[in-house]
């Protein structure tokens, strides 16, 4: 097979560059180990920065965001038996977020691949990449039992913390920056209306919960673990009794219950691998960097790469510069610098970590208390969350 650019894995980011290169006339093939039904299936949390929606829409992928999505203005952190939103609508002029889960982005992307007449291989794993050095990399898999070949121009790895794009960069070309954060999130589907229109984060004592929404009559929580803990140990009792003691506060309505349809530990972490190209290989979302979920950037960042890299491979095809490709992972290292300073501090601030000290503890308190209660601290949130410029 021979095509312009490879790409392995049929995440939001494959999807999204495959996308973006059709509209500028530029060819690619999509191959992705696991089954079609199980990465358009698969269930991720989603809260989408307002340039990613901005993203969607003008590429024509916009319309189930306004039919399904929710547009979010606010915040609402709960701490000291009090509430403290932030509007983050009213703080940065008019920017929002909107919670639409990560696999309805997956379904719009697919349906969009799919009436193009997209070459995807599903279920067709990959098993070494080849020639990133040189002008002519090759991919090779094995579909169906059948060993086979992809030859391009170009190879992008949207294959996952896990996959083999990352491996395929020499060890000594790359480095690695990570942080294994002590906790885990244990995240639970309830068929309960939340109780209130805003994501909201508890930041007690005890630990971090958080209530966002999926849909009006089904809710999505968390509750601050152990990252190895067994989810069975938490009985639906436990679990409606941290919730509440965490994120209640008097004179605003109590976490609605309702039957638990799901449970599950996340662990947390931070990662960073650079650069983020090798030759002819580029990495983009999760197989170049991880972040940890409280700052809602996962999915928002891989959009954010794949956008540069589209520029850039654009301007190669079209105009016959390299500039921008070269320039491909200091651009989005710039930007991944500072969305893992949002996220990582975000992280540190709002969870419980054992042994603290109560200096410590009061340092936190007083983070919060700058955040939330500050115009400065109110506009710095906002602006990160709402999304950092995408510079390329």
Known sequence: MRTQVGIIGAGPAGLMLAHMLHLEGIESVIIERS???????????????????????????????????????????????????????????????WVYPQHEVVKDLMAARTAAGAQMLFETPVTAIEGI??????????????????????????????????????????????????????????????????????????????????????????????????PDH??????????????????LPPINEGRITQKGVTAMRSFLFEPMQHGRLFLAG???????PTGAKGLNSAM???????????QHYQRGSQDLLARYSKTCLKRMWLVQRFSAGLCTMVHSFAGDSSFVRRLQRADLDYMTGTTAGRLQFSENFTGLPIDA
């Open 35 to 97: 089954k079609r039904e199980h990465v358009q299936n698969r269930l991720r949390a989603g809260v989408l920065e307002q340039g990613t929606v901005e993203m969607m829409r003008e590429l024509g992928l916009g319309e189930r965001i306004g039919q399904l999505g929710l547009e979010q203005h606010r915040i609402d952190f709960r701490f000291g038996g009090e509430s403290h939103p932030i509007d983050f609508h009213e703080a940065t002029g008019g920017r929002s977020a």
């Open 133 to 230: 050095d040189g002008t002519r990399p090759v991919v090779r898999f094995e579909k169906d039992g059948v060993a086979g070949e992809l030859h391009c121009d170009f190879v992008v790895g949207c294959d996952g913390f896990r996959g083999i794009s990352r491996r395929a960069i020499p060890a000594r070309e790359g480095q690695v920056h990570d942080r294994i954060y002590p906790f885990g999130w244990l995240g639970i589907l309830a068929e309960a209306p939340p109780a209130t229109n805003e994501v909201t984060w508890g930041c007690h004592e005890d630990g971090f919960a958080m209530m966002s929404i999926r849909t009006p009559s089904v809710t999505r929580l968390y509750l601050q673990c152990e990252p190895d803990e067994n």
């Open 234 to 251: 938490w009985s639906d009792d436990r679990i409606w009794s941290a919730l509440h003691k965490r994120l209640d506060v008097p004179g």
């Open 286 to 292: 999760d197989a170049a960097h991880i972040v940890p």
């Open 304 to 314: 954010a790469d794949v956008k540069v890299l589209a520029r850039a491979l654009e």
